[in-house]
C-alpha cells in the first residue's frame, strides 16, 4: 500500500516534459494500490492529460478505468489455472500508459494510507468524509470519462470507435454521441465485436476508420486482455475499456443519481436494480478487509 519509487518508462508528461514512473510518485502523481500504479491526481488532471495526448496525436495510448474489483482479480487463487490467469491481468495493469481511479473504493484506500495510526478508526472515518461527498473528484470513472473525450473530439474534429457492448448497444451509444456533442456522421464508427464477428473482421474495420479515440465495452478483463493482445495491430490514438458504459449511453440502463454518485454508492444503487450482480459485488467487502489488514 505504500508509496514506491518505479524507475520504468511512461508515455505521460506535463507542460510537455515526459515523466518517468519514478517522477509521478515524486510529484505525487502515482501512488501504488497493492502494487498497481495508479493515477492519483483528480479528475481535470486527469482530462488535461487524455487531451494533451490527442491534440499532439499520440499512437496507442492506452487507458485503464480501474476499479476495486480489477484490484481483487489480480490476487492468486488456488488452482493453477486461475493463478495464470491473475497474474496476466496484473502484467496487463502494468502495461498501460495511464490507470485511473474508477471506484470511491480505491479513493478510501488511498485516503487510509495517507493516514496515520488505527487504520480500522480512520478507514470508519474516511467512509463518513465519503458519504458526505469528500474526495470525490478524485474518481476518474470510465462513463464520465467517455462524455469528457466525446465533447473534446467535438473540440477537435476527432473520430471515435465504439466496440463492444451486448446487442445493438454500440451503434445506440454512437448516435447518443452524434445528438450530445453535435458529431458528424464521419466522425463515428462502431461495431458489437465478437463473437458475432470474427476478431480479423473487427481490426480491419477499427483501422480502415482510424479511430482517434477508441472504446472497448467488452467487460472488465476481457477488454483488458483484448486490447493487450490487439492493440500493437491497431491504428489508433487513445483506446480505453469503458466496461459497462454503452448500457448507459444506449439507453439500456438508468445510472445512478448525482446524489447517489456524490456518496460513493453508485455500485449500491447498481445493486438495487440488479440483484443478479450481488456475486461481483460481494468483492467489495473482501476489498475493504484485505486494506484494513494490508496483505
Not at 121 to 136: A, S, Y
Not at 221 to 245: A, C, H, P, T, Y
Request: glycine share 8%; hydrophobic share 40%.
Amino acid at each position: 500500500m505504500k508509496k514506491k519509487r518505479v524507475d520504468k518508462q511512461v508515455n505521460d508528461s506535463f507542460g510537455g516534459v515526459k515523466l518517468t514512473q519514478s517522477d509521478l510518485v515524486l510529484s505525487g502523481s502515482l501512488c501504488k494500490i497493492f502494487n498497481i500504479p495508479l493515477f492519483s491526481r483528480d479528475v481535470n488532471q486527469v482530462i488535461n492529460v487524455l487531451d494533451s495526448k490527442l491534440t499532439s496525436k499520440t499512437k496507442k495510448y492506452w487507458v485503464a478505468t480501474v476499479n476495486p474489483e480489477f484490484v481483487m482479480a489480480t490476487f492468486a487463487e488456488a488452482s493453477a489455472a486461475k493463478r495464470n490467469e491473475r497474474n496476466d491481468f496484473f502484467e496487463v495493469l502494468k502495461k498501460t500508459n495511464i490507470n485511473v481511479m474508477d471506484g470511491i473504493g480505491l479513493i478510501w484506500a488511498k485516503e487510509l494510507d495517507n493516514r496515520s495510526s488505527n487504520k480500522f478508526i480512520n478507514g470508519i472515518k474516511v467512509g463518513v468524509e465519503i458519504l458526505q461527498g469528500k474526495h470525490r473528484d478524485q474518481v476518474a470513472s470510465g462513463a464520465d470519462l467517455m462524455l469528457n473525450l466525446g465533447e473534446i473530439a467535438a473540440k477537435r474534429n476527432l473520430k471515435i470507435f465504439f466496440l463492444g457492448g451486448f446487442g445493438n448497444r454500440a451503434a445506440k451509444t454512437a448516435s447518443f454521441f452524434k445528438k450530445k456533442f453535435y458529431l458528424t456522421k464521419e466522425q463515428l464508427a462502431w461495431s458489437p465485436g465478437e463473437p458475432g464477428i470474427d476478431n480479423d473482421q473487427v481490426l480491419k474495420e477499427i483501422n480502415g476508420f482510424g479511430p482517434d479515440i477508441l472504446f472497448v465495452a467488452y467487460g472488465m478483463k476481457k477488454q483488458e486482455f483484448w486490447i493487450g493482445n490487439n492493440l500493437k495491430n491497431l491504428d489508433v490514438g487513445l483506446v480505453m475499456g469503458v466496461g459497462r458504459s454503452f448500457d448507459y449511453y444506449s439507453g439500456e440502463l438508468k445510472r445512478a443519481p448525482k446524489k447517489w454518485q456524490k456518496m460513493g454508492l453508485e455500485w449500491l444503487y447498481s445493486l438495487i436494480k440488479e440483484p443478479k450482480r450481488i456475486k461481483r459485488q460481494l468483492v467489495l467487502p473482501k476489498f475493504v478487509w484485505k486494506v484494513l489488514i494490508n496483505k
